[in-house]
């Protein structure tokens, strides 16, 4: 199996439409079993990226922000494969995330996008595209990409491959 070098890719978002663009051009190469950990302050944009990223994706629902219930669940019609939008803010210990059944979610076969990953750093599976959200100015974010495992290495790959001639990038992404 040919390896790709691609580890970290910085993106920078001059707007919340700019970084729901970037999430639906990630969502359209997610493959069953890919574990995307978002990380960044309040407000930064972390559910603004899950939007695109569940509508490149291809789910029928629009997303909402999922803090109140922790977990929203998508299906797609095309091959039944679910999309679990899962908000860690509120989990403090390994007890609150097996009360919500994060094992499950990101152990299996479809796909899951974590808010504040952060907060189940040790529970997570070693081979994760993590993606940091930071604060450049009102309306300008940071996107910081970085592959954990060869299977988001791929992933990055294939979406740092659509990003090329869009207007999304490829000018303010950089690979590393
Ligand atoms: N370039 C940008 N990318 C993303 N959001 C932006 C950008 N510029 C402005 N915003 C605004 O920042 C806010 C981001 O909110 P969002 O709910 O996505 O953040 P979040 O990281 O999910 O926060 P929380 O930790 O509370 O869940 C929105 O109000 C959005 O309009
Ligand atoms: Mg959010």
């Given at each position: 199996?040919?390896?790709?070098?691609?580890?970290?890719?910085?993106?920078?978002?001059?707007?919340?439409?700019?970084?729901?663009?970037?999430?639906?051009?990630?969502?359209?190469?997610?493959?069953?079993?890919?574990?995307?950990?978002?990380?960044?302050?309040?407000?930064?944009?972390?559910?603004?990226?899950?939007?695109?990223i569940a509508a490149g994706w291809g789910a029928r629902e629009p997303v909402t922000s999922p803090t109140f219930t922790l977990v929203h669940e998508h299906t797609r019609a095309p091959d039944g494969q679910?999309?679990?939008?899962?908000?860690?803010?509120?989990?403090?210990?390994?007890?609150?995330?097996?009360?919500?059944?994060?094992?499950?979610?990101?152990?299996?076969?479809?796909v899951?996008?974590?808010e504040w990953a952060e907060n189940v750093r040790d529970l997570l599976p070693p081979d994760c595209l993590w993606i940091t959200l930071s604060f450049l100015g009102d309306s300008e974010r940071r996107l910081s990409f970085r592959a954990t495992g060869e299977r988001a290495r791929a992933l990055l790959h294939a979406f740092r491959e659509r990003t090329v001639g869009r207007q999304a990038g490829p000018g303010a992404t950089k690979e590393r």
């Open positions: 199996m040919s390896s790709s070098a691609t580890t970290t890719v910085d993106f920078i978002s001059h707007s919340v439409e700019q970084t729901i663009q970037v999430g639906a051009l990630l969502g359209e190469v997610l493959q069953g079993g890919d574990v995307l950990c978002l990380s960044g302050d309040l407000g930064a944009g972390k559910t603004a990226l899950t939007r695109g679910m999309l679990y939008h899962i908000d860690c803010y509120r989990i403090e210990s390994p007890a609150d995330a097996w009360s919500i059944g994060l094992e499950d979610m990101i152990y299996g076969e479809h899951a996008v974590i």
